[in-house]
């Protein structure tokens, strides 16, 4: 093969690969993703929280209804994050509520890392106290629907990564 070629080749190749990455990295794969999962996550939580609390537990129900506010908050600021990435400008919201506080410390990532550790908190507790069987079948759906879209897309990303550093 002609060395010219050959070299032609491997920069179209890396070329494809950065636009691949910068797509992984976008907004709106971010909050497709991962964020909108996230939420689905705790809104089922909060609806679960006021199932499970409904006849007995007065402070579990108002517990579940704050998560669901919270769960709606972070789905506005992500559909933002989505159409503002979408239209090429830039968001005045970060991913979360969480990371929006975080933002006023100067540490956003860090408050969105919190914010992860929670909703894997969410997703564990939900398993493992067996609220996952409150769930009504269309909520499942949307359960299987977020751990599908944030699973898959988590091991594309990995995959990629690694075929890449090969």
């Not at 994050?81 to 006023?104: N, P, V």
Request: glycine fraction near 4%.
């Amino acid at each position: 093969m002609n060395p010219d070629t050959e070299e032609q080749t491997r920069y179209q190749c890396e070329r494809e690969a950065d636009r691949i990455q910068r797509f992984f990295r976008r907004p709106f794969f971010l909050s497709l993703t991962i964020g909108i999962p996230f939420c689905i996550y705790k809104v089922l939580f909060g609806i679960t929280a006021v199932r499970a609390g409904i006849t007995t537990h007065p402070i579990l129900v108002t517990f579940g209804w704050c998560v669901i506010m919270w769960a709606g908050l972070d789905f506005f600021m992500n559909v933002n994050r989505e159409i503002a990435d979408l239209s090429h400008k830039k968001s005045r919201f970060e991913y979360c509520s969480i990371a929006q506080l975080g933002k006023a410390f100067h540490a956003p990532l860090v408050f969105l890392a919190i914010d992860t550790l929670l909703t894997f908190s969410i997703i564990c507790f939900v398993l493992w106290s067996g609220w996952i069987t409150l769930l009504s079948p269309v909520e499942s759906y949307l359960w299987y629907m977020a751990t599908t879209l944030n699973l898959i897309s988590l091991s594309l990303v990995s995959l990629y990564n690694e075929i890449r550093n090969t």
